[in-house]
C-alpha cells in the first residue's frame, strides 16, 4: 500500500511538473501580438492575395498557392509588408474550431519588404475546415499579428 503511495505521488508531481512546463512555454508557442491588423472583409484567400492593415500604419499582403488551397499539398507562402521595419515572419495556421496542432513555417526575405516560404495545411475528418493564418511580423515595437481566415473543402464541391 506504501509502495503504491509513493507513485499516486509521484505522478502528480510529474503532473504538476509538465503544467508548469507549459504554462511557462506557452507564450513561446502561441505568442501575444503588440499589434494586430485588420484584413479586408470580402477578401477569399483561395482566390488571390488579401491584404490587412495596421491601424498606425503598415499592411501585410498574404498569398498562399496554389489557387483553392488544398490540404496534404505543398503550399508556396508569399508575404509582402509595406510600411513596417521587419526582421522575421511566419505564418501561424490554425484551425478556427478545432486543434489541429503547431503548424508555424517561418518565411525567408526575397528582397524589398517581400517573404517566401514552404508550408502544408493537414487533412481533417471534416469535409470543410475554417482556417486562420496569422502572419506573425517580428518587428522594433513588438510582435505584429495579421489574420486572415479561409475555407479549405474536401467535398469536391469547389
Not at 510529474?14 to 477578401?43: F, N, S
Not at 488571390?48 to 499539398?73: M, N, S, W, Y
Amino acid at each position: 500500500m506504501r509502495h503504491r503511495a509513493l507513485w499516486v505521488l509521484a505522478a502528480f508531481v510529474a503532473a504538476a511538473l509538465v503544467g508548469m512546463i507549459a504554462v511557462k512555454l506557452g507564450p513561446l508557442l502561441v505568442p501575444a501580438p503588440r499589434v494586430l491588423a485588420v484584413a479586408e472583409p470580402d477578401c477569399d484567400l483561395r482566390a488571390g492575395p488579401c491584404i490587412a492593415r495596421f491601424a498606425g500604419g503598415g499592411e501585410v499582403t498574404l498569398d498562399l498557392e496554389p489557387r483553392g488551397i488544398p490540404v496534404i499539398r505543398p503550399l508556396v507562402l508569399r508575404v509582402v509588408v509595406r510600411g513596417l521595419e521587419v526582421s522575421t515572419v511566419a505564418v501561424d495556421f490554425a484551425g478556427v474550431d478545432m486543434n489541429m496542432g503547431y503548424n508555424r513555417p517561418s518565411l525567408a526575405p526575397v528582397g524589398s519588404g517581400s517573404w517566401r516560404g514552404a508550408g502544408m495545411l493537414p487533412t481533417c475528418v471534416r469535409a470543410r475546415m475554417l482556417w486562420e493564418a496569422k502572419v506573425l511580423l517580428t518587428t522594433p515595437r513588438g510582435l505584429f499579428a495579421a489574420p486572415f481566415r479561409f475555407e479549405t473543402d474536401q467535398s469536391g464541391r469547389r
